[in-house]
């Protein structure tokens, strides 16, 4: 959301929220970047840490929980165990047994619940209820994930094909299929998760027609107000790594970053972080910042305390 005096700008939006002050500071009022991009760079770079940040939140966070949760789910006391399971079931469902699911909707619905940690019960729920279907019939089994459907809302549609024209259009590519080839194989050796399907988002660009034209800095020079930037350390799909080279490179920002948590969406969330939230309305309700960048304790994962 936006006016002469406000930004709230969540994952893209924080890019749009950068740029618009570098472009307008005499425009722009209290502007708050959640989730950010590196935005100080092209989208090309931007994005190519999202299946780094994705297999991350996978790893040590998903999988670790899992175990933990052993006694509800049943799907391993270790995070070797767990991820063991799920890649069980992974095959199942290359085999055909899942009604409905392909292995490449499997991941891309893991990838989805990760955006939330409320997402984590409802997709070990399912992994548990059709891994015991599975065990009990030699025939085929229903599944539902979380956002194992989003891919066919036409608003996502819409979405993608405005995506791609910004991410084809904005940076240096090499237009040949075989240079996406390389890098889709390198990320896929690197990360599993994401790696092998990075190239839905990217591939298209193999094929872009038109040349990028040169962007201006973002560097939160000539008046621009400084920014409140608000990021999840785990987050997947905008990486820690992208918001802190975003904030080193441009002048005008201050960065809190809530500690151990993972969700995309750092004060624009589904369960609130106080320590977060206190930062970011005192901002926008009062124009105060913190008074240097500010660490925030994580909030707990679903049925943990700490």
């Known amino acids: 959301m936006c006016s002469s005096e406000l930004w709230m700008g969540v994952s893209g939006g924080s890019w749009m929220g950068a740029w618009y ?3 307008h500071p005499k425009q722009a009022g209290r502007i708050v970047l959640d989730s950010n991009t590196q935005f100080t760079t092209d989208w090309r770079t931007s994005f190519a840490d999202m299946p780094m940040g994705v297999q991350r939140r996978y790893d040590q966070q998903f999988l670790p929980w899992l175990a933990r949760q052993h006694k509800t789910y049943g799907l391993g006391s270790t995070t070797k165990a767990t991820r063991a399971s799920v890649e069980r079931l992974r ?3 290359g085999k055909g047994r899942v009604t409905g699911m392909t292995p490449f909707a499997f991941d891309l619905s893991i990838f989805q619940a ?3 940690d409320e997402a984590f ?3 070990a729920q399912a992994m548990s209820t059709t891994t015991k279907s599975l065990a009990k019939t030699k025939g085929k089994v229903t599944m539902r994930l979380p956002g194992d459907d989003v891919q066919l809302a036409p608003a996502l549609l819409a979405t993608t094909t405005v995506r791609t024209a910004i991410l084809c259009n904005d940076g240096p590519y090499l237009r040949t299929p075989a240079s996406f080839e390389k890098e889709f194989g390198q990320q896929r050796a690197k990360y599993s998760l994401l790696g ?4 839905f988002l990217l591939g298209p660009c193999a094929y872009w027609p038109y040349k990028p034209k040169p962007a201006p800095s973002i560097d939160g020079s000539g008046g621009v107000p400084t920014m409140l930037m608000v990021q999840n350390e785990l987050d997947p799909a905008t990486p820690i790594e992208g918001a802190r080279k975003a904030h080193a490179a441009n002048r005008a920002t201050r960065l809190v970053v809530a500690k151990g948590q993972g969700a995309h969406g750092a004060f624009f969330s589904g369960v609130p972080n106080p320590c977060v939230d206190k930062a970011t309305l005192t901002f926008l309700q009062q124009g105060t910042l913190p008074a240097k960048d500010l660490t925030c304790a994580g909030l707990p ?5 700490k």
Not at 196 to 199: A, K, L, N, S
Not at 301 to 305: A, F, T, Y
Request: hydrophobic content about 45%.
């Open 121 to 123: 019960p409802v997709l």
């Open 114 to 116: 990760l955006y939330q």
């Open 196 to 199: 092998p399907h990075f190239g």
């Open 21 to 23: 002050a570098q472009l």
């Open 91 to 93: 095959a199942q469902v």
């Open 301 to 305: 994962l679903p049925g943990e305390k």
